[in-house]
């Protein structure tokens, strides 16, 4: 399949999400953009999970099947007393041995909202608590940000720096550098890691990675997603370019190959 180059993706203007830090606001007054709720999430976390999709993220993944989340302004503008009222109706589910977890876009764009949701949960309810990112921010936050997080779900796109900047924008570094760090501070980790045909499903490519998780020991789990093409439409809806419209899910033997790959380092998926 052709490379995708920089001009080949959609340009779309960048809006700045709430900084991570403003030390002369009140965070509980601070709203978040919100893109949608789920409530009753059993896979983004241990137990049932509160989900919540933060808005705005900087990355261009070609296999993005939320590109309706990269901007955030144009989404719903909560207060966080709001989002924790609602949280607090399912306070009889999320208790037995489940949580909140927020996801995005990417939530460490709002930074500031997010750790102030984590610590009131937290001291109201004393409930378990996820952040799923791809840690490409996470040099803007310090070490005491983490204090209420209690597991990390992170996203690596890929080990390669040239192939990660054609498939995301970005380079990997500093993800790979917030994995170390997270787990640095005995962080529990799941990572996760979508298989896309052409760029993430290859044997020698799956070997790098589960030699680098395996460096990680506070890794718990490993989440390798198939590529799917349920979010294909929003693309079309947005009148942007999809350019991985004609790929098709890996089989189910790759996936088990890649599998393999990580049961044979000792990982747990």
Not at 213 to 219: D, M, N
């Amino acid at each position: 399949m052709d490379k995708p180059t920089q001009t080949d993706r959609p340009v779309l203007r960048r809006e700045r999400t709430t900084p991570s830090h403003f030390p002369h606001l009140d965070p509980m007054a601070l709203p978040g953009f919100v893109h949608s709720v789920e409530r009753g999430a059993t896979v983004d976390g241990p137990g049932i999970r509160y989900l919540i999709f933060l808005a705005g993220c900087a990355f261009r993944c070609l296999y993005c099947h939320n590109p309706d989340t990269w901007r955030a302004y144009s989404h719903q503008k909560k207060s966080l007393e709001e989002v924790l009222e609602d949280v607090g109706k399912y306070l009889p589910y999320l208790q037995r041995g489940g949580g909140v977890t927020v996801s995005g876009g990417e939530p460490l764009g709002q930074a500031t909202f997010v750790k102030a949701f984590f610590e009131q949960v937290k001291s109201r309810w004393g409930l378990h608590t996820a952040l799923d990112t791809q840690g490409n921010l996470g040099s803007r936050v310090d070490d005491a940000w983490f204090d209420p997080v209690d597991l990390l779900l992170l996203d690596i796109k890929h080990m390669d720096d040239d192939r990660h900047r054609e498939l995301t924008a970005f380079p990997n570094g500093p993800t790979l550098e917030f994995a170390k760090r997270m787990s640095g501070l005995g962080k529990e980790l799941w990572i996760r890691h979508v298989v896309v045909p052409g760029w993430t499903d290859e044997l020698g490519h799956a070997s790098r990675l589960a030699d680098f998780v395996a460096t990680l020991p506070s890794v718990t789990r490993v989440d390798l997603l198939p590529f799917h093409q349920l979010g294909s439409y929003k693309w079309k809806e947005l009148n942007l370019e999809y350019k991985l419209k004609d790929t098709l899910p890996p089989t189910e033997e790759v996936m088990q190959q890649l599998r393999n790959v990580f049961l044979t380092r000792g990982l747990k998926l």
